[in-house]
């Protein structure tokens, strides 16, 4: 017997243990460093973005019928979707989510190094390796993810 794919789903992300924390994607990463979710039905398969299915499973939207996501949080596998202030997405438009994104500073020239203004094979490598500590490791090691979702790489030495 084959679980629901809303379980399928919830079993594959990993929630911080600190409210308002990232709920994690620890399954499929696409090439675009954004995660991957595959939905069977009626003898088709489809290939939807996470964060866009726990969307449609938190407000009951149709999975077409809502446009583009915003995330709070600016993490790619981050699925955190709820219907109160703690929601890490949001619907936007496309001139929305670029406004943010130039707010922000994540635009390709800006000057900021968290994610964004990475090459698409290191924004995916990040993404990944974010994945896998807490495919690994849950929040265990909060302290290493914490560095990751800040774009730092927690393996670089310090100076002190």
């Known amino acids: 017997m084959t679980r629901p794919p809303e379980d399928r789903f919830w079993s594959k992300v990993i929630k911080g243990p600190r409210a308002g924390d990232c709920w994690l ?3 499929a990463v696409s090439d675009d460093g954004y995660g991957r979710y595959t939905l069977n039905s009626g003898g088709r398969t489809q290939a939807v973005r996470p964060h866009r299915y726990a969307f449609h499973l938190v407000y009951g939207i149709g999975m077409d019928a809502f446009g583009d996501l915003m995330h709070r949080c600016d ?4 699925v955190r979707a709820t ?3 703690d929601t ?3 619907p936007g438009s496309n001139r929305e989510n670029m406004a943010d994104r130039l707010a922000k500073g994540r635009d390709s020239n800006g000057s900021m190094f968290r994610w964004r203004g990475l090459s698409r094979g290191l924004f995916a490598q990040r993404s990944r390796t974010l994945r896998d500590e807490v ?3 849950g929040w265990e090691r909060a302290e290493r ?3 990751l979702l800040q774009g730092a790489d927690p393996d670089a030495p310090t100076l002190f």
């Not at 993490?75 to 981050?78: D, G, L």
Request: proline share 5%; hydrophobic share 40%.
């Open 88 to 90: 890490h997405l949001h």
């Open 25 to 27: 994607w620890a399954g």
């Open 145 to 147: 993810i914490r560095a």
């Open 75 to 78: 993490v790619p596998i981050c």
């Open 83 to 85: 219907t109160g202030e």
């Open 135 to 137: 495919r690994a490791y």
